[in-house]
Structures are given as C-alpha cells and as structure tokens.
T-cell receptor, first 113, second 114 residues
Framework: EAQVTQNPRYLITVTGKKLTVTCSQN?????MSWYRQDPGLGLRQIYY???????DKGDVPEGYKVSRKEKRNFPLILESPSPNQTSLYFC????????????FGPGTRLTVT | TQLLEQSPQFLSIQEGENLTVYCNSS?????LQWYRQEPGEGPVLLVT?????EVKKLKRLTFQFGDARKDSSLHITAAQPGDTGLYLC??????????????FGQGTILTVHP
C-alpha cells in the first residue's frame, strides 16, 4: 500500500529537549515536505526537498532542521523546541513535476511545555 | 512570500443547498490543488487544476482555475452531510525562488446539516 508514515503520532516534551519526527514514504517520490497546521492559519510549509541531499526553506523554517540522506526518509529535527512550536505537523511526498500533488502522512501532534 | 486567501472560513448549511469556496492570490501558480481533511487525519487530494480556465468535475463538486492561474473556486451542488469537513486549496509556485513551494489557504470548515 502506497503511504507516508510519521512517528511518533503524539509527543509531549519540554522546552529545549531535542526531538526528531521521522517521515518515510514508499512511493519512490523525489519531493518531500514538512508542514505545520495551526488553527486559522491553514498549513504552512516548513522545509521541502526536491531530491536526496537537496533541501530548501519553506515559509516558516525558523527553529527546524531537516536532512534527506535517503530518498524515502525526511526527518524533521527540533534542536531546542519552544512552546510556539506546539502544533500539528504533517509530512508529505510528491512525484513533483508540474502537478505537485501532495500525499500526506497521518500527522504528529506535538506539545512543548 | 506567496499568499492564498481562502473564503469563507466557515460555512454551515442545510442538506441540499449549494455552496462555493474561493481561493484568491496575487501570485501565479503552476498548479492548484484542492484537498479535504477529516479530523485526526492528513489532507487527501481531491483534484489538481493546471491550465488557466480549466474546469473539472467530480460528481457534485466543480473546480475551476482562473484564466490567469491566480485564483480558483470549488462549487458543491446539493450538499450532503457526508461533504462535511475541512477543505483546503494549495498553489504550487510557478518558478524562480517559488519553484517547489506549496502555499495553502487557511481552509474552509464546511458543516452540512441533515
């Protein structure tokens, strides 16, 4: 089954404690992306990757890091989480080209206290 | 930064009514997608429009891409309770520094009452 998986699905942590949210896709997609979803703001793109070792900033990259060492994986790293990073996070992948259709994971709800 | 203004943010209607959701921008997009999201799940793609002026139909849903590829609309005919959900539009950057960037509208929460 074609899918995007994220782990963990729920995470409660404290300010400053480094964390990683994993994302993996089995569709051989070149493009992967991370979004955060906050009430009234829709989804905002954090980082995206056009291919292995190629990453770029989205609209809200501050406080986040990513890496793309393998085609299927695109982890999101919060090196020093703060309460304003409490949000619902989605990973997505796409075959890219001119359509850019996103296939989303199930989401990770992060709470930073 | 590209912006995509989606309206209305909330829609509460009776079963059988028609409705239209709008997404507007001053930016040109290479494609525009519409997604539907259920609580606790990720958005699911409904349709992609690529060509200016393009109209696509999915049963009772009609999607239109503006001639200048800056705006789009979603029209639902004879809404049903099963249409209830969050609808999101998303535009893909047309080139230059926006290539690869996806911009989402704020979303429309639709509630259809039986």
């Amino acid at each position: 089954e074609a899918q995007v998986t994220q782990n963990p699905r729920y995470l409660i942590t404290v300010t400053g404690k480094k964390l990683t949210v994993t994302c993996s896709q089995n569709m051989n997609h070149e493009y992967m992306s991370w979004y955060r979803q906050d009430p009234g703001l829709g989804l905002r793109q954090i980082y995206y990757s056009m291919n292995v070792e190629v990453t770029d900033k989205g609209d809200v990259p501050e406080g986040y890091k990513v890496s793309r060492k393998e085609k299927r994986n695109f982890p999101l790293i919060l090196e020093s989480p703060s309460p304003n990073q409490t949000s619902l996070y989605f990973c997505a992948s796409s075959s890219g080209t001119d359509r850019w259709e996103q296939y989303f994971g199930p989401g990770t709800r992060l709470t930073v206290t | 930064t590209q912006l995509l203004e989606q309206s209305p943010q909330f829609l509460s209607i009776q079963e059988g009514e028609n409705l239209t959701v709008y997404c507007n921008s001053s930016s040109v997009f290479s494609s525009l997608q519409w997604y539907r999201q259920e609580p606790g799940e990720g958005p699911v793609l409904l349709v992609t429009v690529v060509t200016g002026g393009e109209v696509k139909k999915l049963k009772r849903l009609t999607f239109q891409f503006g001639d200048a590829r800056k705006d789009s609309s979603l029209h639902i005919t004879a809404a049903q309770p099963g249409d209830t959900g969050l609808y999101l539009c998303a535009g893909a950057g047309a080139g230059g520094t926006s290539y690869g960037k996806l911009t989402f509208g704020q979303g429309t929460i639709l509630t259809v009452h039986p």
